[in-house]
């Protein structure tokens, strides 16, 4: 299939058309043609080469291909994270917390569009991950602890980072210990000492009797600490998982990228716990996606795309269970709107395994400063368990039916999630600059969209009014609706549009006879005409995408 792809090289856009094919069972990209340093060009050029080749397939495909990446990119408007922290502010998804202070750096505060945002992420992540599975139960831990949970985990002692400094600049940031080696010979860097990122604090009004405790640098711990009794009250069987979604705390040297690196931040995270060397039970989903493995980074080799079970099958991925969460958070993603194209999947090396670790692997999202981990998936071994069982005195073992012995059960699988890093992700995926329009529209999934519908009456008049404000309070039994009766029709729709609302309702004259109204849905601009008393259940279906929206009225 061929396709175009634009490179940034030197602050200069350069197009060029490549072509992925499979070779022995690989997938490698070759470059076909170059196409200069106009989109618009480049697209001319693409389809004048390809209506050349002599393969009708390959004509077909690759003009199909083109077409694709035309429609992808027509879904969003690449920019850069300092303009879409500037949008979230003026809009009220984000506001840097105590700003009228100055600020700390860091911190930040939802606003009202931000914060229903947020809670329709961790709603969808809930629901797909525990409420639809009968093998997952939840916790809800605290954020202070027995600092002794964290001398057993080990952070206490092994969670170290690194300060380095560019000279030049001044800048400083951190980087693992594995990494410091490579500063220290270069000569622009200056690496400084060890630090642990996580907040201390004292738990006691009087500090001489107080104890020194953490905020939590992860959500993980508490899983682990209370794994008996939630395994005896859920009275689970091996394989499952418990999750949790919650705030953690790191002391970052250097917070950057807006929401991406902070010092306060929430996980979304499942702890899978099995018996050591069972075999992963479900179907490993089809999902499609780049994969870079250690060995191909190691002999600086470029991912490839492959199918996840595929890439099982030939050894890339070697546990069956990783192959299984790797495509189904993948798909969880793509299932809310993600654009698929700037995911990947990529194993650590062997130096950057965490302390706990046998292998890691990061489902990886292309974010404007390059490509990053959005989130992590970690074999953990037995490691936390025995830890917890070391230093507490309590067994931590659960006995086995099958082989009638007491055995600790194994993490396979560690599903971590920041939101924040989602929220930047559905964001910058959704918004779009629309030149017909000449305003942005955040082309968010309407299950994510922090206002489900917005109500304008039209027509000037108490009765009209009236009608507006019953629907709105039937809408606002179930969903977070807008009632917005100043400015033009069209000033409206955009205001709307700007924040990703995904329908506006219109009363106008017949609305008064004939008790219907008009359903305008956000990307097409297309409208329906349905009657009032069945507004809410098709909002419902819309919403959840069991109904087209054509289908949902009357054309209008």
């Known amino acids: 299939m061929a396709f175009v792809v634009r490179k940034n090289i030197k602050g200069r856009e350069y197009y060029y058309l490549n072509e992925n094919r499979r070779v022995s069972g690989k997938v490698k990209t070759k470059t076909l043609a170059y196409l200069g340093k106009n989109k618009k060009e480049a697209e001319k050029k693409a389809k004048e080469f390809l209506s050349k080749m002599e393969s009708n397939d390959n004509k077909k495909s690759g003009i199909k291909a083109i077409e694709e990446v035309k429609e992808e990119q027509k879904t969003s408007t690449e920019i850069s994270i300092e303009e879409l922290a500037a949008f979230c502010k003026r809009k009220g998804f984000v506001y840097q917390s105590g ?12 606003g009202p569009l931000g914060v229903e945002l947020k809670n329709n992420i961790k709603k969808e992540w809930w629901n797909f991950h525990v409420v639809s599975r009968e093998d997952v139960v939840g916790i809800d831990g605290s954020i202070i602890t027995n600092p002794k949970v964290w ?125 050591k060397d069972m075999k992963c039970p479900y179907s490993i989903p089809n999902a499609e996606i780049l994969v ?31 192959a299984y969460w790797l495509a189904t958070e993948f798909l969880w993603f793509k299932g809310l709107g993600a654009n698929t194209n700037k995911f990947r999947i990529r194993q650590h090396v062997k130096e950057e395994l965490s302390h706990y670790s046998s292998d890691t692997w990061d489902l990886e ?64 995926d959704s918004y779009y600059y629309d030149k017909e329009r000449e305003n942005i529209v955040l082309k968010m999934h309407p299950k994510l969209s922090p206002v489900k519908a917005a109500v304008f009456p039209i027509v000037k008049g108490e009765e009209f009014e009236k009608i507006a404000e019953e ?19 069209g000033r409206r729709y955009s205001r709307n549009d700007e924040i990703g609302t995904p329908f ?52 209008f």
């Not at 349905?530 to 259940?537: A, Q």
Request: proline share 3%; with cysteine; charged share 35%.
């Open 99 to 110: 700003e009228i202070y100055g600020g700390l750096s860091g911190f930040w505060d939802f």
């Open 471 to 489: 629907i709105v309070q039937d809408l606002r039994r179930e969903f977070n609706i807008i009632y917005d009766n100043s400015g033009s029709i």
């Open 151 to 275: 001398e057993a985990s080990g952070h206490v002692e092994s969670f170290v980072d690194v300060v380095v400094m560019n000279k030049k600049t001044k800048e400083k940031f951190k980087v693992d210990k594995f990494e410091a080696e490579k500063y220290r010979k270069d000569h622009l860097f200056e690496v400084g000492g060890e630090f642990n990122p996580m907040f201390t604090t004292n738990v006691g009004p009087v500090v001489s009797d107080s104890t020194k405790a953490y905020l939590r640098p992860e959500t993980a711990q508490l899983i682990f600490a209370n794994f008996k009794s939630v395994y005896e009250n859920s009275r689970m069987k091996l394989p499952f998982g418990i999750a949790q979604i919650g705030k953690s705390f790191r002391n970052e040297i250097a917070p950057r990228d807006f929401l991406f690196r902070s010092r306060e931040f929430e996980q979304m995270e499942i702890e899978y716990f099995i018996k």
């Open 365 to 428: 999202y292309k974010f404007p400063f390059g490509w990053k981990e959005l989130e992590g998936i970690a074999d953990r071994g037995d490691f936390d368990l025995s830890q917890h069982e070391k230093f507490s005195g309590k067994d931590m073992k659960i006995f086995d039916e099958e082989s009638k012995e007491k055995i600790t059960p194994e993490v396979i699988c560690e599903p971590s999630l920041g939101i924040e890093r989602a929220f930047l992700v559905f964001m910058l």
């Open 292 to 322: 870079y493995s250690a060995e191909a980074q190691e002999k600086n080799k470029e991912p490839e795309i492959m199918n996840i079970k595929h890439a099982f099958e030939k050894k890339i991925i070697k546990k069956d269970w990783h």
């Open 504 to 555: 506006c309702i219109t009363i106008d004259e017949e609305s008064k006879g004939k008790r219907d109204v008009t359903i305008r849905e956000r990307d097409s601009k297309k409208q329906i005409r349905v009657k009032i008393s069945d507004i809410r259940d098709i909002l419902r279906k819309l919403t959840e995408k069991t109904i087209e929206f054509g289908k949902a009225g009357k054309p």
